[in-house]
C-alpha cells in the first residue's frame, strides 16, 4: 500500500518553490522585467572558472574508468585529502583523510548524521529561524524536534532558552552561520557560552549532545567577518558541508560530513554516518566532481556581486524604514514585517509581482526572506515597490 | 547517543569489497598479474565517447548557472523527455516525462520505491539469488523480507514458491533481469505467469502487490536476446534504473525511477516517491549528469568486450566440468562449487589468488559468482587455476 507520509511529504510542495513557481508563471504574463523575484536561494554568480577548467582537465588527463567508475564509499582519497589540507590550512583543523565522508549535497549529509547519533524517539534542537527541511530530516530520523525561539532583534542564538530547553534525551543541537535566513553569524561569544553549556549538559545526563554544523554558507561572508571554526569551540561537532554555495555548484550534490578527532566515538560515529547514508541508497558521490573538487578544493568564490547586493538592499531598506539583523553572510536578509503579519505583508507584495517568504516556515513568524543572489538592475527596479508597501 | 544499527551498518563491510582490497593488496605484493579478481561488478568498458563529447559541449554552451544549478526535484524537464522518448522508441512504453523521477542512481531509486509502496511492518518478496543491499534498503523502510529460494538448475522463478509465500500483508516483489549474480533473464512466459498470480493475489488480499523491477543490466544482454519489459506484462510495475552498467557511468549516480500510467494510483505513487527521496536528502539528481542524459539516453552499450568474455568463460570452464546456469545477461557467470561448499571452495580458489564470491550473501549457498568485466588476459591466465581447483 502506498506510504502515505511519503505521499504528504512529496505533495506538500514548500511554500518557497510554489512561489517561485508562481514567478516564473508570472514573468511570463507580464514579463520578467516585472516580476522582482527574491524567494530562492539559487546562486547567481557562476562557478568559479577553475571548476570547469578542472572538468575539461579531468576528462583530458584520465581514462573513463577513472572519471566516471565507482569511487568508496566514503569518496576517493584524493579529494578526502585535498579538503582536509585545506580545511588544516584555514582553521588549523587537524582534519585527516579519515575524517571525512564526501557526500551528494548537505541535505544527505544531514540526514545521515541525524540518523547517526540518534536513536528513534530522542531530540534534536533547532534554532529558530531554521531551514525548514530540518522538520523533514529530523522525522526520517524518527527524533523529536523542539525550537529553540529566536532571539530578536540580534538573530543571536537565545542561551537561556536553549539551556532550559536541553533535556535528559536530547542528543544533537542543529546550528546554521551564517544563517539561513537571517544572515547572521553567530558570534564567537555566544558559541563559546553554549559550548560551556552543552559540556556542563553532555555530563548531567551522561552523553555527548552533538553539534551538528549545517556549513553551506561558510565561505559567504562579508566586511572581513568569518564564521568561527566551530570544532575548536566545541569538540563533539559534526559538520555537514556543501559546495553549492561558495563554488556555485548546488545541481551538482557534491559536499561532505567531517567528523573531527575531537568528537567523542570519533570512529563509531563514522561508521554510523557511513551506515546512515547506505541505507538511504548512498554508493558514492559524483565521481566527476569529486575529482574536480580534489583540484578546487582551496578555490573561494569572488562575493563582490554579493556584498553589493547586499549593501544595496540593506542601505535602502533600513533607510525607507525597514528594520532587519546585520546581514553579515550567507545571500539572505530577514525583515521585520510592517504591520506585523509577515504572511499577510508578503500576500501584498506578490500583488505587486514582488516576491518575499514569510518567515513562518522557518519558525519566525512576524518577518520575511529576501534573497539577494539577483541582478542589481532587479534590486534597483524592485526598490520603489518596498518604498509603495511601506507608505500603504 | 550513536545510533547502533548504523553503526553495525557502516561497519559491516560487504564480503565483496572485503575480497576486492584483498585483491588490490595481493595485487601490491605478488604482481597484479598473478591476481585473478572476479570479485566486483565494476564496468570494464569505458564510457562511449558520445558521453565525454556531451559533457564538453553542455560546458561550451550553456551558461554554468544551467549547467550547475539546481533542478527541479523530479528532474531537468529535458532529460525526462529524452528518457521517455528513448522508452517509447524501443518498448512502445506510453511514458510522459511526468512519469519519471531523475535519481542518484538506482540505489536511492529504490529506497525510495520501496518506501514509497510499504508502510512499516508490511513484507516484501526478493527471488533469490539476489543483490545483498536489498535487505539494508528493505529494513530501512521499516519492512520485512522474505526470500523466494532459488529455482535450480535455471535460477528462472520458483513460481509456486512464490505464490505460497505471498502474504496478505506482502506488498512488493523485487526482480531483477538480467540477474545479478546469475546473469539469467527471466523468460516472457515465467513473467506473464508471475504477473497472473499477483494479480490474483492483489485481488485476494484488496491492493495492488508491486513489482519493483531493478533494472541496471537491461541493456546487457547477448546472443540477440532482451529483457521483457516488465509494465507491459504486469502493469503494477516500478522501474528502477541507472546508466552505471549501460553507460559505464558507475561513480555518477544517475538514475531513474519510472512509474508508468498503468500503475495503481499512479499519481500518489510518483508523489510517495518524491516524499520518500526528501526525506532521504534528495535534491536533484547531479545536473551536468542529467543533461548529459538528455543527449545520450539512446546511446546504447558497445558490448562486444563483455561478449567475448562471456563465451570465453561460459566455453572453457563448462569444458572443464563446471555447472551453470545460461548467462544471457548482466556480466556475472554463478557457478556451483564443485564439492557443494561455496565458501570453502572461494576460501581455497583465495589462496591460488583467484577471487570469487561465495553465493551465501545472495541468498544461494552452493554456488559462487564471478564478474566477467576483467580482461581477456586475465581470464587466460586465470584459466589454470580453475582447472587445478576442480582437481584438487
Known amino acids: 500500500m502506498i506510504n502515505e507520509n511519503a505521499c504528504a511529504l512529496g505533495s506538500n510542495r514548500s511554500v518557497i518553490r510554489e512561489l517561485f513557481e508562481y514567478g516564473r508563471r508570472r514573468a511570463a504574463e507580464v514579463g520578467p522585467e516585472n516580476v522582482f523575484d527574491y524567494s530562492l536561494g539559487n546562486p547567481s554568480i557562476p562557478a568559479p572558472p577553475q571548476v570547469n577548467d578542472a572538468i575539461r582537465a579531468v576528462l583530458a588527463e584520465l581514462d ?11 569518496g576517493d582519497f584524493d579529494t578526502r585529502r585535498a579538503v582536509a589540507e585545506d580545511l588544516n590550512a584555514r582553521f588549523s583543523a587537524g582534519a585527516k583523510p579519515e575524517d571525512l565522508f564526501i557526500t551528494c549535497g548537505a541535505a544527505p549529509g544531514l540526514t545521515a548524521a ?6 528513534p524517539g530522542e531530540r534534536v ?18 527524533a523529536q524536534m523542539d525550537v529553540v525561539p529566536a532571539c530578536k532583534p540580534t538573530f543571536q542564538i537565545d542561551l537561556k532558552r536553549m539551556e532550559s530547553m536541553i533535556a535528559p534525551d536530547t542528543a544533537a543541537v ?8 537571517s544572515g547572521v553569524i553567530y558570534a564567537r561569544a555566544v558559541l563559546e557560552r553554549l559550548a560551556e553549556i552543552l559540556e556542563a549538559k553532555s555530563r548531567q545526563f551522561g552523553h555527548p549532545i552533538y553539534i551538528i554544523s549545517d556549513e ?8 572581513g567577518l568569518t564564521a568561527p571554526w566551530l570544532p575548536h569551540i ?3 561537532t559534526v559538520v555537514c558541508y556543501s559546495w553549492s554555495k561558495s563554488l556555485s ?12 578527532g575531537s568528537a567523542a566515538d570519533q570512529e563509531k560515529l563514522i561508521a554510523a554516518v557511513a551506515g546512515a547514508a547506505r541505507a538511504a541508497g548512498h554508493v558514492c558521490a559524483p565521481s566527476l566532481m569529486q575529482k574536480v573538487i580534489a ?3 582551496g578555490v573561494r568564490p569572488d562575493l563582490e556581486a554579493y556584498d553589493e547586493n547586499r549593501r544595496m538592499l540593506y542601505d535602502s531598506l533600513t533607510a525607507m524604514g525597514y528594520e532587519m539583523a546585520e546581514p553579515d553572510g550567507a545571500f539572505y536578509l530577514f525583515i521585520k514585517a510592517p504591520g506585523g503579519d509577515a504572511v499577510a505583508f508578503s500576500e501584498k507584495a506578490k500583488q505587486k509581482d514582488l516576491l518575499l517568504v514569510p518567515g513562518d516556515g522557518f519558525g519566525c513568524p512576524g518577518y520575511f526572506r529576501i534573497c539577494y543572489c539577483v541582478s542589481p538592475e532587479m534590486i534597483r527596479r524592485s526598490l520603489p515597490v518596498f518604498r509603495a508597501l511601506l507608505e500603504e
Not at 542543529?174 to 535566513?181: A, G, Q, T
Not at 553551506?216 to 566586511?223: D, V
Open 174 to 181: 542543529i546550528l546554521n552561520s551564517p544563517n539561513n535566513p
Open 295 to 297: 583540484r578546487c578544493a
Open 234 to 236: 566545541y569538540g563533539n
Open 249 to 260: 555548484l548546488p545541481g551538482e550534490r557534491i559536499g561532505y560530513v567531517y567528523v573531527p
Open 64 to 74: 573513463s574508468l577513472t572519471v566516471h567508475g565507482y569511487t568508496s564509499a566514503v
Open 125 to 142: 534542537l533547532v534554532v529558530a529561524p531554521y531551514f525548514p527541511e530540518y522538520a523533514v530530516f529530523i522525522a526520517a530520523a524518527g
Open 114 to 119: 541525524l540518523q547517526a547519533v540518534t536513536r
Open 216 to 223: 553551506p554558507y561558510r565561505e559567504l561572508t562579508y566586511g
